[in-house]
């Protein structure tokens, strides 16, 4: 008696030796993983990502804190506010020259400075070992009247400015980072953006 197996397959139902009732499944498998390995990637790279910042844009850093970003930067992240009830606010970071800025807001109670130190310690013990201040802490002042203070610093991720605020119970950093020649270039931009930082009521800009 001839014994035909169960999982016997014809040979007209092969194709290159495969069951051919497996083989689209098989290549759906390979075009998904091609998609989400290969082209998304692929296509995120060679897509650039383009959100300059225009003239009178606004960004909120929270519910309560503000600043206007510099027109011909390129917004990487933030959340622009129209001056209507802010909804919308987080961190923001922005772009221009090879010099990256960024700034946060969160709940602080102390003293500018002791934000700073704060700032320091953190830097230092969770993403740069070599972090270091470069000379005291000075004074830097908002257009709002707004007092706080500021470092030059440096580490693996270049040399940078550091500022930090507090407003009411909003301490804000403001960390910017480039080549000594890039931070140049860009100085007067980050002391115009450090210096827009303001508090507005609670959910509206002006």
Same mark, same amino acid.
């Given at each position: 008696?001839?014994?035909?197996?169960?999982?016997?397959?014809?040979? %007209?139902?092969?194709?290159?030796?495969?069951?051919?009732?497996?083989?689209?499944?098989?290549?759906?498998?390979?075009?998904?993983?091609?998609?989400? !390995?290969?082209?998304?990637?692929?296509? %995120?790279?060679?897509?650039?990502?383009?959100?300059?910042?225009?003239?009178?844009? !606004?960004?909120?850093?929270?519910?309560?804190? !503000?600043?206007?970003?510099?027109?011909?930067?390129?917004?990487?992240?933030?959340?622009?506010?129209?001056?209507?009830?802010?909804?919308? &606010?987080?961190?923001?970071?922005?772009?221009?020259? +090879? =010099?990256?800025?960024?700034?946060?807001?969160?709940?602080?109670? +102390?003293?500018?400075?002791?934000?700073?130190?704060?700032?320091?310690?953190?830097?230092?013990?969770?993403?740069?070992?070599?972090? /270091?201040?470069?000379?005291?802490?000075?004074?830097?002042?908002?257009?709002?009247?707004?007092?706080? =203070?500021?470092?030059?610093?440096? +580490?693996?991720?270049?040399? +940078?400015?550091?500022?930090?605020?507090?407003?009411?119970?909003?301490?804000?950093?403001? &960390?910017?980072?480039?080549?000594?020649?890039?931070? /140049?270039?860009?100085?007067?931009?980050?002391? /115009?953006?450090?210096?827009?930082?303001?508090?507005?009521?609670?959910?509206?800009?002006?």
């Amino acid at each position: 008696m001839h014994d035909q197996r169960a999982d016997h397959v014809a040979v %007209d139902e092969r194709w290159l030796g495969f069951d051919r009732r497996s083989v689209p499944p098989a290549l759906i498998v390979v075009a998904v993983f091609l998609l989400s !390995v290969v082209v998304i990637p692929l296509v %995120d790279r060679l897509v650039p990502w383009d959100d300059p910042v225009g003239a009178g844009d !606004v960004l909120a850093l929270s519910d309560s804190v !503000v600043f206007s970003p510099e027109p011909g930067w390129n917004i990487e992240a933030g959340f622009r506010t129209d001056g209507s009830p802010i909804t919308d &606010s987080g961190d923001a970071t922005l772009t221009s020259s +090879g =010099v990256v800025i960024q700034l946060t807001a969160d709940v602080f109670h +102390g003293t500018p400075a002791e934000l700073l130190a704060q700032i320091d310690r953190v830097t230092a013990a969770t993403e740069d070992p070599s972090f /270091r201040g470069r000379g005291e802490p000075s004074t830097v002042t908002t257009a709002a009247g707004a007092a706080g =203070v500021q470092q030059r610093t440096s +580490g693996l991720q270049g040399d +940078g400015v550091l500022a930090a605020f507090v407003l009411g119970d909003t301490g804000v950093q403001v &960390s910017a980072q480039g080549t000594p020649a890039q931070l /140049r270039v860009e100085a007067a931009a980050i002391e /115009r953006m450090i210096a827009s930082i303001r508090e507005v009521s609670t959910g509206a800009a002006r």
